[in-house]
Every structure is written in structure tokens, then in C-alpha cells.
């Protein structure tokens, strides 16, 4: 939406600054894009007076001026015909730059003679279209005055209106908005009714299929022997400056009323209306009309028209037709304004690709008691410039009931806006806007009738918005929230406070954390268990995130997938979030976990580079557990969902049944179907499964140390190649848990040189066995009685025998 300063103070009466106003439009939510002031461009230029005008030697329609000038006199050579001695005139001297031909001047020579400047034109200086001549000042201009102090230029605002914002469509609702944050008082003149000379020949019908929806309401009236000529300049330079080409009075008048006062109207050519009666209805499937802006546009029958005998002639709310649009030969025009609903009008415009200022007003929604004022206004107008004599004004339908009311709290809008505003102030800023306030009897509440020129105010909530944007959150300050004597309450939950620390154990192993949506495609869920209807979105963001994530892993394979194409090769992410197992608020849980992608190191002389394993993403499950507080120590279990290698991964479980985490290297159908390269190993924390720590103390305990000899034991076992190493190290914990300290695997023997020692389907598995004493020095026969119960223990669980 554009206007100029001046445009702005027909309809507001100020002495605001226009960097006040621009503030203030900002502020009340109308942001300013754009200020452009024409003299800024033209600051370089001044007054000088033609002295002398002589005929160029060797062209007839160049003159060699002489010319008085700020820098004193300068011959400048001019092809203008009204160039001649004792005007005065816009000069720019060389290196100034023209902006209407986009050019810096120079001395240069023309047809032999030096020129050392030049005399502009209005179109040079994007003014207007003009080039016929140099554009010729009040004689009274002193001779090297900037020529911004002599001619009068209008700077033009251009503001961003938000859609449900269409009184801020019209300069005369931006004036509305400005007096009511104070800048100034409403000078808005009242629409005064025409009366009209005869009765009103051009008679219209609303079909049944429009009148109740798509247009309750039609006003018009014919005037006779009008003169449709250029519009004057005022008019003409107002549309120029908003981005308008001036066209005809007629024309001009209908853009003028539409932007001046938020109204869009049309007026026909009422010698071209056939049947001398206008028919609104819905378009016939095959219709075609030729509008005013060229192009042929064919319905499917869900457009609003206005037709007569011989077919259409507009589009409701849109655009209106060629074939009855105004010349320089119309004599009769019928003037008409309607209401066309929103919904429809704006369907069309999308379905014609059309966008003309009346849809972009429609769209929103016009004030529709504003319907018969606007004709009125339009008409006045008309007599005014283009002559000619009024009819009587028709009304069709019935102006649409939007009349509503809402009790509005006082105290509600401070406690919520959070600044001390009056009730008398919050009187003031309503009725500023053009609600009207009346007390409910109900202590200090109001009610408030809403304008009809605001169909976006629906409730409570948006009269305290009001009074919240002409109040001015800028006036907002901090106030610090009040504090509890003694020390504070945390203000995280337990749940959150293990959330963190789990982040930051992760991060400290080397991932890097990811934030990623809580949709992906089906394809990816369903790989994941998931992709039902349940956790289907109706109206997904695309088509890549139609259903809600039942891991976190799918995200973050896409992510390692987006960088891996851009050459990141080895990577470590994680994200800590909530998954879905179905659609209802119980389904929801929180997870933590990561992937690892490529080799665990850079290349080095050492060769500690390696692919990433199964017992990568274990030590990372387990440093999360750690962090999460469990002290209990998980079993291991073969029950890893399908997404991950069968006979490379596992779960740590408590007990049977509560799974705590998953880890291992993914299926390679996984990593295909998401493009993962290289090994891909994953873990997943089960949040909510892990117990709380029973202890909630925030120190750590006391370390138990034993100051005894410690001693240390190896055990080789043969066994069953299906027997795992776990089944070992958990039953040699089991063989005295008041001494075994640690049991570790450190060496599996296996393949065929292991079977052609020890028999077919056969490994060995070795072990060491700390045993750490508490009260007193193990003695060689006790030493010799743990060592039977750890060889005891492995026998039963495994099997396998003592390799000897």
C-alpha cells in the first residue's frame, strides 16, 4: 500500500514529522517498507536563468544558451523549443546524475559547440512523463537556489498490510490509526449523498444463486453527458507517485476511491450495456469475457459476474470487461459499487491467476456499509471533473448484518499486555478506532460494537490487542519477576534435569547434537516400525514429513546422509527428543540417541584408524545410562528391534522385560534406503526407563577403596562357538560378588586353526578375574577356592571346560 504525505494529511490534520509518522505506522503494525522522497534524487540541482538563446551554427533546432547558474555563467547547449532568453530553469552542472535517463553528465561537444551542463526536462527529473520542453520556474526563483527549495515534492510511504488488516487499505483507515496513537486529529470529510436529477434507468437483478452469499448487495447510479478527459494534475500526480498510470478522469476517479478510501468500485459505459439492465449471477461453465487488461478469461461457473443481454461484462470483485469499459467517447457511465464475498472472489482470482487492486481488497474483506457512501463519493467526484448530470441511486440486496459486540476487561488487558494503561486511556483508543464503548454495569467492563470496516475483530482477545499496538509495546519495560525469600526453588523438573546431563555426557563423547523435525516420510518410518495411520498428519508441512518419527535415529541418518554428499565422511551425531508410537498424548516418550558414521579417527602414522563397531555404540549406551544415574548393572539381551544387524547388536535391559537402550551396527537395508555410506552404527536411550536414582543427594559418595592386595587371575575356557562371551563374564561376576572386582575378556581364539585344536564348532574365550579383598589378605587356599567357584560357575552357565 502506497500514498504520499500530502494524501495522508487530506484525511489527518498534523504536525508530526515524517520520520514520526513512519515510526508510528511501524510501531501500530502497518511496518513501512519504504520511504522515497523525489527530492533526494534532485538535491544537486539549481536555479539558473537563460540569458541569452542563440541559434546553434550547424543545427537548426539546437540553441547555444548562456545561462546564469550557482557557479556563475556557462554556456549549455539545448534542443527544447521553449529554450529562450529570461526563463528560468532547473540546471545540472557535469558530473550531477540525471535520474529520468539514468546518466551523469559530462562537458562534452554537441554538433561542434561545448556544452557545460544541462537544462532538464520534468521527465529527466522523474517528474512526470513531460519531455516536450524545459521545465520553466516562477520567475521570482532566485538565480543558484537548490531547486528543492522552490518546487514542492511529496515523499511516498509504502507500508505492508498484513491480511486481516483491510481498513489499513485506504489512506483515510491509516489516518484513522495515526490519530488514534495521537499524531494528530481525523479531517476525514463526511460523504455528503448527491441528490439525483431523474430516476435511475439501468435497472440490475441479483440472481438467487448470489444474493444470499456471493453478492447480498448492489449500488449504482447512472450519470449522463459526462466528459471523460485527462484527469487534472493533482490526481494525476497522486497516482503517479503511488506506481498508477493516469488513463481518464473516469478511470483515474475509481483508482483515486480505492485507494483514498479502501473502496473498489467500476464504472461501465452505460451506452455499450446492452438491454439497458445489468445481471449479477454465477458465470455459465464456457464463458469468456475479454478484460481490461487484455486477456480472455473462460469460467467453470463458481465466479461471481455482471452480465447483460448479450454476456459478460465483469468480474465480480475482480476486473471489469473491455468491451464496456470508458473512452474518450463515453457520454453515460453507470457507477457501481457492490459486496462480494471474500472466499469466492479470492477462489476466482487464484483460479484466473488475476491480481488487481479491487481482488486484493475483496480478498480481505471491504467495509460493505462504506457500498452507497462510495458511490456517492465517486459521483461527486465525477460532476466535479468530468460534468454531467446524476441519477437517483439504486440499492439491490441488503447491506450484510456484521454488527457484533464484546465485553472487554480493564484489568484483563493490563494484566496481560503488562503495561499500566487507564481505563479512560483504553475509552479513548477504542473509540479513536471507531469502536463504540458503552459500560456493562459489571464493574469497571465494557463492551465494545465492532466497526464494520474490521471483520478480523472476533473476540475479547483482539480489542485488547488493540489497545495494546495504539498504546505502544515499545513502552513496555522489564520488570524482573518477584523472588521467594531464602534460596530459590529449581525450576527444572527431574526429567529435565537428567535431559540435560545426558546431553552433555554425549556431546562429551564426541557427537555433535542435532535438532531435527519430529515428522518424516512414511517410506523412513515404516522402516523404523512405524508409518500407520495413527501417527498420520492430516495436513502435512510436505511430503517428506507426513507422519510422526517412531525413532530418532531415521533424522539423523538423513542428516549424516545431506553431509556425507557434501564430503563429510565420518561423522558423530545425536538428539535428544520425543518419538511417537501412536497418535494419543500417552504414545509420546522421550529418547535419546546417536549415530556413528565412517571411521572413529583420521588417518595418522599409528594406524589408529578404524571403522566404527557394535561396541562403539555400547561404551556411548552405557556412558548415557552412567549419566542418567542408573548403578544397577544391565543385562545384555539379543532382542534388538529389526532395524539394526541381527548378530551385531543387542539391548541392555533390567530384567526380562524393561529394555533401558539398543545399540549395534544398523541393517544395511537401513542404511541403503536412507543412502548412508560406510558402517553405521546407532544407540538409543529409553529416558523414561531408567529408574530415578534412589539417592537424591547432588554430592558424590565417599570412594571405597581397599588399601589390600588385589589380585588377578586368567582364565581360558573352551566352548561352544555360539556360546557369548556376556554368558562368561556375567557368570564369573556370579562366583563371589563380595570379592570379583572386574572380569574382562582379553583374547578369543577361534576359527580354523582354533577347530583343528579343539574340535569342530569350538573357540576359546579368556578371561581375567580382579579379586579385590576388603578385610584381610587373600591367602593361596582361598585364592584356590574363588578360582574353582569362577570355573565352576562358567561350566554350569556355558558347558565349556577349562582349557588346559
Known amino acids: 500500500m502506497k500514498f504520499t504525505l500530502s494524501w495522508l494529511k487530506d484525511h489527518l490534520d498534523t504536525t508530526a514529522t515524517l520520520d514520526e509518522i513512519a515510526f508510528a505506522l511501524t510501531d501500530l503494525g502497518l511496518e513501512v517498507e519504504g520511504v522515497t522522497d523525489p527530492g533526494a534524487e534532485l538535491a544537486a540541482f539549481t536555479v539558473g536563468e537563460v540569458l ?67 537544462m532538464l526536462s520534468e521527465r529527466e527529473m522523474k517528474l512526470s512523463d513531460e519531455h516536450t520542453g524545459i521545465l ?94 485527462p484527469s487534472p494534475k493533482w490526481l494525476q500526480d497522486r497516482l503517479r507517485a503511488i506506481g498508477l498510470r493516469p488513463i481518464s478522469a473516469l478511470v483515474d476517479i475509481t483508482n483515486y476511491v480505492t485507494y483514498d478510501r479502501g473502496r473498489p468500485l467500476h ?111 465517486a459521483t461527486k467526484l465525477i460532476l466535479d471533473l468530468c460534468g454531467g448530470e446524476a441519477s437517483e441511486t439504486s440499492l439491490w440486496g441488503a447491506v450484510p448484518d456484521t454488527a457484533r459486540s464484546y465485553t472487554l476487561d480493564p484489568a484483563r488487558v493490563i494484566s496481560l499486555v503488562g503495561m499500566e494503561i487507564p481505563r479512560a486511556e483504553q475509552v479513548r483508543i477504542l473509540n479513536a478506532l471507531g469502536f463504540a464503548t458503552t459500560d456493562t454495569g459489571e464493574g469497571e467492563k465494557l463492551s465494545a460494537a465492532v466497526p464494520p470496516w474490521r471483520p478480523d475483530v472476533q473476540g475479547e482477545a483482539d480489542l485488547i490487542e488493540e489497545v495494546a499496538r495504539v498504546a505502544s509495546l515499545t513502552k513496555l519495560k522489564g520488570q524482573p519477576l518477584p523472588r521467594p525469600s531464602g534460596v530459590a526453588r529449581p525450576v527444572l523438573t527431574p526429567a529435565q534435569v537428567r535431559e540435560g546431563r545426558v546431553r552433555r555426557r554425549i556431546a562429551a563423547l564426541g557427537y555433535n547434537e542435532c535438532v531435527t523435525y519430529s515428522f518424516i516420510d ?102 548415557a545410562l552412567a549419566a542418567l544415574g542408573l548403578t544397577a548393572t544391565p543385562m545384555i539381551q539379543r532382542i534388538a528391534p529389526g532395524w539394526f544387524h541381527p548378530g551385531r547388536s543387542a539391548a541392555l535391559t533390567l530384567g526380562p522385560k524393561t529394555v533401558l537402550a539398543v545399540f549395534g551396527e544398523l541393517h544395511p537395508r537401513v542404511s541403503r534406503a536412507l543412502d548412508v555410506k560406510g558402517p553405521a552404527v546407532a544407540f538409543a536411550v529409553n529416558l523414561a526407563a531408567v529408574p530415578m536414582p534412589r539417592s537424591r543427594a547432588t554430592t558424590r559418595p565417599a570412594l571405597a577403596i581397599s588399601d589390600l592386595q588385589a589380585v588377578e587371575r586368567d582364565f581360558a575356557f573352551v566352548l561352544d562357538e555360539r556360546v557369548e562371551a556376556e554368558t562368561v563374564l556375567r557368570a564369573a561376576r556370579a562366583a563371589d560378588k563380595a570379592l570379583v572386582a572386574e572380569v574382562s575378556v582379553f583374547d578369543i581364539f577361534s576359527g580354523p586353526q582354533a577347530e583343528a585344536q579343539m574340535g569342530p564348532g569350538k573357540k576359546s574365550i579368556a578371561i581375567s578375574v580382579r579379586l579385590e579383598p576388603t578385610r584381610a589378605t587373600l591367602t593361596e587356599a582361598e585364592i584356590a577356592a574363588i578360582s574353582a567357584k569362577v570355573i565352576a560357575g562358567v561350566t554350569k552357565a556355558t558347558g565349556g571346560t577349562l582349557r588346559s
Open 136 to 229: 520553466e520556474l516562477p520567475a521570482e526563483a532566485p538565480v543558484g537556489t537548490p531547486v528543492t527549495e522552490v518546487l514542492s515534492f511529496d515523499p511516498v510511504i509504502e507500508i505492508a498490510v498484513t491480511p486481516n488488516r483491510p481498513d489499513a487499505l485506504g489512506v483515510a483507515g491509516i489516518a484513522r490509526d495515526l490519530a488514534a496513537r495521537g499524531l494528530g486529529t481525523v479531517t476525514t470529510p463526511p460523504v455528503e449523498p448527491v441528490p439525483g436529477a431523474f430516476p435511475n434507468p439501468v435497472g440490475v437483478y441479483l440472481a438467487p444463486d448470489v444474493v444470499n452469499e456471493a453478492c447480498p448487495l448492489f449500488v449504482g447510479r447512472l450519470i449522463r453527458g459526462v466528459r471523460n478527459g
Open 52 to 118: 541569452e538563446a542563440n541559434p546553434h551554427p550547424d543545427a537548426d533546432k539546437l540553441r547555444v544558451c548562456r545561462v546564469a547558474t550557482a557557479q556563475g555563467e556557462t554556456q549549455i547547449v539545448c534542443g527544447a523549443p521553449n529554450a529562450r532568453a529570461g526563463i528560468k530553469v532547473v540546471v545540472s552542472k557535469p558530473g550531477d546524475y540525471i535520474p529520468g535517463i539514468d546518466t551523469t553528465i559530462k562537458v562534452g561537444k554537441i554538433r561542434g559547440v561545448e556544452s557545460f551542463g544541462m
Open 267 to 377: 464504472v461501465f459505459d452505460a451506452g455499450k450495456v446492452h438491454g439497458g439492465a445489468l445481471t449479477v449471477r454465477l458465470a455459465k461453465p464456457g464463458e469468456t469475457l475479454l478484460a481490461l487488461d487484455g486477456k480472455t478469461y473462460a469460467f467453470d461457473g463458481s465466479e461471481t459476474v455482471i452480465a447483460d443481454q448479450k454476456g459478460v461484462e465483469s468480474i465480480g470483485g475482480i476486473m471489469g470487461g473491455e468491451r464496456s469499459g470508458c473512452t474518450a467517447e463515453t457520454t453515460d457511465v453507470f457507477i457501481e459499487a457492490a459486496y462480494f464475498d471474500p472466499v469466492r472472489t479470492a477462489r476466482t482470482g487464484r483460479r484466473l491467476k488475476i491480481n488487481s487492486d479491487a481482488r486484493y481488497r475483496f480478498d480481505r474483506g471491504v467495509d460493505p456499509e462504506f457500498t452507497r457512501p462510495g458511490v456517492e463519493f
Open 522 to 623: 512414511r517410506e523412513a518410518a515404516e522402516l523404523f516400525g512405524g508409518g500407520t495411520e495413527a501417527v498420520r498428519l492430516e495436513n502435512p508441512i510436505s511430503s517428506e514429513m507426513s507422519h510422526l518419527r517412531p525413532d530418532l535415529i531415521p533424522g539423523l541418518l538423513r542428516a549424516a546422509s545431506r553431509n556425507q554428499a557434501r564430503g563429510f565422511a565420518d561423522l558423530a551425531l545425536f538428539e535428544v527428543g520425543a518419538v511417537f508410537s501412536g497418535g494419543e498424548p500417552e504414545e509420546q516418550s522421550a529418547m535419546a540417541a546417536g549415530i556413528r558414521v565412517g571411521q572413529t579417527a583420521p588417518r595418522d602414522t599409528l594406524g589408529s584408524r578404524r571403522p566404527v563397531d557394535l561396541h562403539d555404540a555400547r561404551a556411548d549406551a552405557e556412558a
